[in-house]
C-alpha cells in the first residue's frame, strides 16, 4: 500500500506533468480533492525537498519535482510488455503535439543464404529477403563464408566487432533506406543543436544505428543530457517486429503519448 509521503509525491509530478508549472499545497488539493489540509500536505513537500525529490525557487512559490524525482517516476509508470496495434498515424500526430522524437527500426530475422564471388572484384551477400555488394578480399570471403546460415543481427553485430565495417555499413544503409523512420526528427534536431551533440552522435540517431545499440528499457544521462528520458520498447506494427525509441523532456507525458498511438 503506498504511504502518504509516496502518494502526494506522485499527485504533485502529475499535477506538474499536466500543467507544467509550480504546484502549491492548496492548489495540488483541490485538484485531485485530496483529503489532507493544505499545512499536513506542506509538511511533506519539505520532507520531499530535504530528500532531493521536489524543489522550490522561491519561498512563497510552489513546488516542482526534481529531475531524480521524475525518473524515478517513470521507473515506476513505465511498463516493457510488448505493444501492437499502434497507429502510425496516430504517432506522429502526437509526438508532434507532445514534442516528442521518435525512431522505428523493423526487426529483421533475414539469415545469410550465401555468398558469390565476382571475378575476385567484389561479392554479393544473399539474404532471406535483400542483398548487398562489398568489395572483394580473401580475407574477408573466407570470413563471411563462415557465416552462412547466421541470423542478420549477429552478422552485423559481429562485422563492427571484428572492423569489417563495409559489410557492417553496407546492411545499415540498406535497412535505413526501407526498415527505418523517424517521427518528429525536429525536436531532436533542437536537442543535438541545443547540447551540441558531435556529428558522429547525431548519425548514429539519423541513421538508426543507435538502436541496434540499445536494449528495452529507460535511458537518460548516459545517453541523453540531463531531463531527458529515452524510452525503448518492442512493438508489433502491421503484424511486423518493430524496436522503437522515444526520446524527449522528463516532464511529458508519456503515459498519454502510449495510451494514444494504442487506442486512437
Known amino acids: 500500500m503506498i504511504d502518504k509521503k509516496e502518494f502526494l509525491l506522485q499527485s504533485i509530478i502529475r499535477a506538474y506533468i499536466e500543467n507544467l508549472e509550480p504546484i502549491g499545497s492548496t492548489q495540488l488539493k483541490s485538484m485531485y480533492d485530496i483529503t489532507y489540509s493544505p499545512a499536513t500536505i506542506r509538511g511533506?513537500?519539505?520532507?520531499?525537498?530535504?530528500?532531493?525529490?521536489?524543489?522550490?525557487?522561491?519561498?512563497?512559490?510552489?513546488?516542482?519535482?526534481?529531475?531524480?524525482?521524475?525518473?524515478?517516476?517513470?521507473?515506476?509508470?513505465?511498463?516493457?510488455?510488448?505493444?501492437s496495434g499502434i497507429n502510425l498515424r496516430a504517432l506522429e500526430y502526437f509526438a508532434s503535439k507532445i514534442?516528442?522524437?521518435?525512431?522505428?527500426?523493423?526487426?529483421?530475422?533475414?539469415?545469410?543464404?550465401?555468398?558469390?564471388?565476382?571475378?575476385?572484384?567484389?561479392?554479393?551477400?544473399?539474404?532471406?529477403?535483400?542483398?548487398?555488394?562489398?568489395?572483394?578480399?580473401?580475407?574477408?570471403?573466407?570470413?563471411?563464408?563462415?557465416?552462412?546460415?547466421?541470423?542478420?543481427?549477429?552478422?552485423?553485430?559481429?562485422?563492427?566487432?571484428?572492423?569489417?565495417?563495409?559489410?557492417?555499413?553496407?546492411?545499415?544503409?540498406?535497412?535505413?533506406?526501407?526498415?527505418?523512420?523517424?517521427?518528429?526528427?525536429?525536436?531532436?534536431?533542437?536537442?543535438?543543436?541545443?547540447?551540441?551533440?558531435?556529428?558522429?552522435?547525431?548519425?548514429?540517431?539519423?541513421?538508426?544505428?543507435?538502436?541496434?545499440?540499445?536494449k528495452e528499457g529507460l535511458y537518460f544521462e548516459k545517453l541523453l543530457p540531463p531531463n531527458y528520458i529515452g524510452i525503448c520498447n518492442y512493438c508489433k506494427i502491421d503484424n511486423e517486429d518493430v524496436k522503437m525509441l522515444v526520446v524527449g523532456e522528463l516532464p511529458k507525458d508519456y503515459e498519454y503519448f502510449y495510451e494514444k498511438i494504442t487506442t486512437f
Open 44 to 83: 511533506y513537500f519539505k520532507k520531499l525537498g530535504d530528500e532531493g525529490y521536489l524543489a522550490q525557487e522561491h519561498i512563497s512559490s510552489g513546488r516542482t519535482p526534481t529531475t531524480e524525482a521524475l525518473k524515478q517516476y517513470w521507473e515506476t509508470k513505465l511498463n516493457f510488455k510488448k505493444l
Open 99 to 214: 514534442g516528442l522524437s521518435v525512431f522505428i527500426k523493423k526487426e529483421k530475422s533475414d539469415i545469410l543464404k550465401d555468398i558469390l564471388n565476382v571475378e575476385n572484384k567484389y561479392m554479393i551477400l544473399e539474404f532471406s529477403s535483400f542483398a548487398i555488394s562489398v568489395k572483394y578480399s580473401d580475407a574477408l570471403y573466407r570470413f563471411l563464408k563462415d557465416m552462412i546460415g547466421l541470423d542478420l543481427k549477429d552478422i552485423t553485430r559481429i562485422s563492427k566487432d571484428v572492423g569489417a565495417y563495409e559489410v557492417y555499413e553496407s546492411i545499415n544503409q540498406t535497412l535505413q533506406n526501407s526498415d527505418f523512420q523517424i517521427f518528429n526528427y525536429k525536436e531532436f534536431l533542437n536537442l543535438a543543436l541545443t547540447y551540441d551533440f558531435d556529428e558522429y552522435t547525431i548519425n548514429k540517431f539519423l541513421k538508426g544505428q543507435i538502436l541496434d545499440e540499445l
